[in-house]
């Protein structure tokens, strides 16, 4: 396999990106200048070497604690719990929303293989039961058939562990990803949100 082939090969692997628009970035690239490709090249390498995941909320971060978690001046009484870490940047452009972050690592699909076990649902229960001032899970899954099944199985989790558990309205489309949601959208769905 030649190097254009497994550049093709890995981007191809990207979401969103199909067999044709890998070629298409590749050929991209290759009109490039040296040091934009190197630039790109090193970039992947920094993500590589210096991102994590946070160890309190299971954010992409290059400290642990992530800056979210470690600043003051959120308010510690509120935990939103998303399916993936993009959605935290979703939730934060609006800002509307100043408390803290929970990142499951998916939504529970059986079919899939995809149980309890394989997200971050314990470590959300610890934050939960460890004597914090969590007041109330906000519980931001994406409104699909996975996302619903997930939002039901941690308030079965949850319940009678934390004051309020609520879910965000549905103010985004069924079948929608919270990363993808315009700002109002957002924020109406985060306002109305409700008891689970």
Known sequence: MSVIDDLNAELAKLPGIGRK????????????????IARLASSLEAVADRVISCGECGNWTESDPCPICSDPRRDRTKVCVVEEASDISAIEQIGEY??????????????????????????????VNNGTQIEEVIVATNPSLEGEATATYLKSVLEG?????TRIATGLPVGGDLQYADKVTIAQALAARREL
Do not use: M, N
Request: proline share 6%; glycine share 10%; hydrophobic share 40%.
């Open 161 to 165: 562990r934390v004051a309020a558990i």
């Open 21 to 36: 628009t890998a070629i298409r970035l590749t050929y991209h690239l290759l009109k490039q200048p040296r040091e934009v």
């Open 98 to 127: 100043r408390g803290l972050y929970h990142v499951l690592g998916g939504t529970l699909s059986p079919l899939d293989g995809v149980g309890p076990a394989d997200l971050r649902i314990e470590s959300l229960a610890q934050r």
